[in-house]
């Protein structure tokens, strides 16, 4: 199976405590770059979710955005320093003797002092936390993966479709090909008539410019080539798995094999043909881009 490098998957896990969300979007990139964005009490779990991920995506720009939210508030506790406070009530009593004035302190007063009161955030249970992070990620990767490798076999599709154009394109070269060393023979004979008059043309001098003609715009080596080519990234494309950068070499080969047919040839028919080839290339060359 052939995946695709553009899709999106989301998961949400929620229990008691808190929700877990993540969603994840990748794209098209020539190597696997993971951007992970997620709450700062998360950090700790950042390899092990990149090692995840790994398990799904081989190519690609994949970014992962975790949002956490906690339900019970059960996370944060107050706490009350109650040595502190003493200290402050003994140190306000006493500057109320010591300078006679009244001693007015009251519990409300009192409370609003630093560090009475705290505000503490309860460590969770990291393993508790940890599989419902580890649920969210492995159900949105998961629906990723599905979507690249629907994407994927679209893709396959539509790129043996182009190959099966390409192969229509090389079989008119070859068939094309004994029809111009004819023309060309043809066209020899008359200027070599017209040049001797009534005299008699010397065959021997047609055959040897024929073959020199011939050994000129010969493009079986490219031909054989193109065919091989084609039957290499359609059996890739079959076996399936990370096979995107392969299939781009395949490409550049094929162009450079129909850029050597369209310099060798004077022929208008295999001239457009050619093109049309080179055209198919490149709209290959294209959809393999996405290809993982």
Avoid at 20 to 37: A, F, P
Avoid at 277 to 292: A, F, G, P
Wanted: proline letters at 1%; one cysteine or more.
């Amino acid at each position: 199976m052939v995946k695709s490098m553009t899709g999106f998957g989301r998961c949400e896990i929620a229990d008691e405590n808190r929700r877990i969300t993540v969603e994840i979007k990748s794209v098209n990139h020539r190597y696997l770059d993971l951007g992970v964005r997620m709450p700062k009490k998360l950090n700790q779990f950042e390899n092990a979710i990149r090692n995840l991920l790994k398990e799904y995506v081989e190519r690609g720009k994949t970014d992962v955005f975790i949002s956490c939210e906690e339900l019970t508030g059960q996370e944060c506790c107050l706490r009350y320093n109650e040595a502190l406070a003493g200290q402050y009530l003994a140190h306000l009593r006493g500057m109320a003797q010591k300078f006679g004035v009244a001693d007015d302190v009251t519990v409300s007063t009192l409370s609003r002092y630093p560090e009475i009161f705290v505000m503490d955030e309860e460590r969770p249970d990291e393993q508790k936390l940890w599989e419902s992070l580890a649920a969210a990620v492995h159900g949105a990767a998961k629906q990723l993966a599905e979507g690249r490798a629907a994407e994927g076999e679209r893709l396959k599709e539509d790129l043996l479709g182009k190959l099966a154009e390409m192969d229509v394109c090389v079989d008119f070269i070859e068939e094309r090909y004994p029809a111009v060393l004819a023309e060309y023979r043809s066209r020899l004979e008359e200027k070599m008539r017209e040049l001797l008059a009534d005299r008699q043309a010397d065959e021997a001098r047609i055959v040897t410019e024929a073959a020199l003609f011939a050994d000129k715009i010969c493009v079986d080596e490219e031909t054989v080539r193109l065919r091989s080519h084609i039957r290499g990234m359609r059996d890739a494309l079959e076996r399936g798995g990370s096979v995107g950068r392969k299939l781009d070499f395949i490409a550049q080969e094929m162009n450079r094999e129909a850029n050597t047919i369209l310099s060798k040839t004077s022929d208008i028919r295999i001239s457009e043909t050619g093109i049309s080839l080179k055209t198919e290339i490149e709209k290959v060359r294209e959809q393999i881009q996405n290809l993982e």
